[in-house]
C-alpha cells in the first residue's frame, strides 16, 4: 500500500479523499493556489505545497507543478479527485512515466472514453444499445442532412469530443440543421479544439440514470447499482438519489451487466460511471463514461456500505478487487442534495465572500461533505459547489423528510446558497411521486421564487442562533434552557415554523 498520496484538488473532494487516506494510515499531500491558502483542505492534510496563482490554468491544472510537487514531497500516487485533471489522458500518461501512480483509469481507456464516437462504435461492436445515429464523423453537409432523414427529424447535434452536455443543440427541421450544423462545429472548436459532431435521434425528457462500476487492474469487475441523476439544470446535477424511482429489478439487472461490459470492451481499470439515457418506454441507452470519482458517490456508499475512494486507492496500489457481485447489494434509499454558493433568486449567479456563520446539519442518516468553515472566504476562481448533503432511510419517503428536514438545520450566513431552492426541489409533489426525468426543473422551476419568509424574522432568528451557538462553545456551559432568561432561538424558529407566536 501507498505511504503518502497526493490530492490534486481542493474543496469538499479534496477533505474526503483525505479522509479515506487517513483510515487507510496513508499520509496525504495537499495542493493550493494562492487563494485556497486558508482552505478547510489544506488544513486537514499532513502536508500542503503551494502550486501558483488563483486561475485553476496556472495551478490545478499545471501538470508540472502538481508533479513537482509529487516528486518534493515523496508522495507515490496522485488522487485527481473530479474536474480539474482527472479525465485527462496526457495527465494520467505522464504519470505513467514519471512513475508515480494515477488514482483513476490508464490513458488508453481515458482517450477511448473521451471520444465519443469511437466510444459508441465499440459499444455497438459489444452489443451495448447505443442511441440510434452517426457511428462516424460525416465531411459534407449532404452526408449529414441524409443521415438525419434516416434517423427522423428532431435530431441531436453533439460533439465528438464533448460531453456533460457542451456543444449540444437539438434540430427540429431540414433547414435548421444547416445552420445548426455550424454552430455546433463553431463551439465545439472553440471548447474542445476539435470540430468534429454528429447526429443523434433526440430523445425526448429522458431520465439520465447511471451506474458505479469497480474495476481492478486485472479484470475483475463489479457494478454497484445505479443512481438517477435527471434533477439537473443547465447540466450541472442538483439532486441525486440511489435506487431510481424508474427501474425495476430486472432492467437494474439488464443495466448493471451492460455497465460492466462496457468497462470490459473499454480495457477500463479503477472507478467509472457509466451513464444511459432511459426514454418514456423505458429503453435504455448508452451515452458516455464518466471516468473519475464523481460528485455523487456518496449515495452508493451509504446504500451499498462500499467506501468508493478507499477501494479506487487499493485498486490503483494493484490489489486485488475484494468484492464479489453477488455479495453487493442496495439497502435503503439515499438522497443527495449539492449545496452552491449561488443566488437562485438572482439569476444563479455565483455568490462569494465570507462565511460568517455555519451550522451543518447532524443526525442519524445524514453526512455532510463539506469544504467550508465559519470565517471562511469562498474565492471566486472555482466551482461553486460548497458541500453536499446527503442522508440515507429505510424508503425514498423517509428519505425525502430526512433530507428536508436537515436542510431545516442547515444555517449557512454570508453568502447565498441555493439551499431553499433545494427544499422547493425535495417538496415538490412530482418530485415526491419520482417523477424525476431531465425536465423537471425547466418544467416546474422556471421563474421560481424564494418564498422563504417572513425573511426578516427568519434572518433575526437565524442571526440570534449564530451568536447563542458561538456564545455556548467559547463558553463551554450549557446556558439553561428553561425559564425566562433563557432566550432560545432554537424554540423561537420552531415555534415560527409551526405558527406560534414566540414569546
Ligand atoms: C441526449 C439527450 C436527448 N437525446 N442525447 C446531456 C448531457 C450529455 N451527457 C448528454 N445529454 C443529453 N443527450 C440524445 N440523443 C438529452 C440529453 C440531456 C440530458 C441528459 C442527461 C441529463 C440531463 C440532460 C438534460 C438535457 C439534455
Known sequence: MFKKILIANRGEIACRIIRACREMGIASVAVFSEADRAGLHVQMADQAVGIGPPPAVESYLDTDRIVAAARATGAEAI??????????????????????????????????????????????????????????????????????????????????????GKGMRVVYTEEDLRPGLEAGQREAKSAFGDESVYLEKYIENPRHVEFQVLADNDGRIV?????????????????????????????????????????????????????????????FY?????????????????????????????????????LNQEDLSQRGHAIECRIYAEDPAGGFLPSSGKILFLKEPKGPGVRHDGGIYSGWDVPIYYDPILAKLIVWAETREAACRRILSAMDDYI?????????????????????????????????????????????????????????????????????????????PWRALGKWRIGEKSD
Not at 505513467?96 to 465499440?122: C, H, M, W, Y
Not at 459499444?123 to 434517423?151: D, N, V
Not at 451515452?287 to 460528485?295: D, H, K, S
Not at 431552492?421 to 426525468?437: N, V
Open 223 to 283: 457494478h454497484l447499482f445505479e443512481r438517477e441523476c435527471s434533477i439537473q439544470r443547465r447540466h450541472q446535477k442538483i439532486v441525486e438519489e440511489t435506487p431510481s424511482p424508474a427501474l425495476t429489478p430486472e432492467l437494474r439487472q439488464r443495466m448493471g451487466e451492460a455497465a460492466k461490459k462496457v468497462l470490459e470492451v473499454a480495457g477500463y481499470n479503477n472507478a467509472g460511471t457509466v451513464e444511459f439515457l432511459l426514454d418514456k418506454n423505458r429503453e
Open 286 to 322: 448508452f451515452l458516455e463514461v464518466n471516468a473519475r470519482l464523481q460528485v455523487e458517490h456518496p449515495v452508493t456508499e451509504l446504500t451499498t456500505g462500499v467506501d468508493l475512494v478507499q477501494q479506487q486507492i487499493r485498486i490503483a496500489a494493484g490489489e486485488k478487487l475484494a
Open 412 to 488: 449557512i450566513l454570508g453568502i447565498k446558497t441555493n439551499i431553499s431552492f433545494l427544499k422547493d426541489i425535495i417538496s415538490h409533489p412530482s418530485f415526491l411521486e419520482g417523477a424525476t426525468t431531465t425536465g423537471f426543473i425547466k418544467s416546474h422551476f422556471e421563474g421560481w421564487e424564494d418564498k422563504e419568509g417572513p425573511e426578516e424574522t427568519l434572518m433575526l432568528a437565524l442571526a440570534a442562533a449564530a451568536f447563542f451557538d458561538s456564545q455556548r462553545t467559547r463558553e463551554a456551559g450549557v446556558p439553561p434552557l428553561r425559564g425566562k432568561e433563557a432566550f432560545s
Open 79 to 164: 488522487h485527481p479527485g473530479y474536474g480539474f485533471l482527472a479525465e485527462n489522458p496526457e495527465f494520467s500518461r505522464r504519470c505513467e512515466k514519471e512513475g508515480i501512480v494515477f488514482i483513476g483509469p490508464n490513458s488508453r481507456a481515458l482517450e477511448l472514453v473521451g471520444d465519443k464516437v469511437r466510444a459508441r462504435q465499440t459499444m455497438e461492436k459489444a452489443g451495448i444499445p447505443i442511441i440510434p445515429g452517426m457511428k462516424r464523423i460525416a465531411a459534407e453537409l449532404s452526408e449529414y442532412a441524409a443521415e438525419a432523414k434516416k434517423i427522423g427529424y428532431p435530431v441531436m447535434i453533439k460533439a465528438s469530443a464533448g460531453g456533460g
